[in-house]
C-alpha cells in the first residue's frame, strides 16, 4: 500500500465553476455549479484519476449537481472516452434534475457500452446529498 501525499488530498480543487474536496478515507465530493465544458470534464476526469493515484485503491465520489448548468457534448465525450478504468467504487450523484439526470445516465451508457471495463464502479441516483450520504455509508458492494 502506499503512502498517499496528504498535501495533494488536503486540497480543495477549484475548477472552472466547481468545486471539489477529498473527504479521507475515500471519498472524493464535487461540486457541480454551472456549464460544463470540455476544458472543466478533462480537469475532472484528470482528477478522478489523480486521487485514485494518490490513495491506491478504488474511492467513492459524490457529485452534487443540483446547481449543474448546460453539459457541452464535447464535455460528455471526455467522460466517455477513457484510456483506463475509472478508480471508482461507487459513485453518488445528488440532486439532478430529470434532464441532467438523463444526460448522466445516457453518458454513463454510451461509455460502458464501449468501454465496459473501464466502468466498473455502481452509480446511484438521489434527491439530495443527505440521502446520497447515507447509501455512501453504507458498506460497499462485494466484488
Known sequence: MQTPDVSFLSRTWQIGPHRAKFEP??????DVSGPVS???AAAIKDLLHQVGDQIGSPYDLLAEVSRMGSFDPHARAVFRQVE???????VAIA????????LLEMVERAG???FSHYFTY??????NE???RRWLAEPPPRA
Do not use: N, Q
Open 38 to 40: 470540455k476544458t472543466d
Open 130 to 132: 443527505k440521502e446520497a
Open 84 to 90: 483506463r478504468e475509472y478508480p471508482l467504487r461507487r
Open 95 to 102: 440532486g439532478p434534475s430529470f434532464t441532467t439526470r438523463a
Open 122 to 127: 455502481t452509480v446511484g441516483f438521489f434527491a
Open 112 to 114: 460502458r457500452a464501449l
Open 25 to 30: 478515507p475515500a471519498l472524493l465530493v464535487i
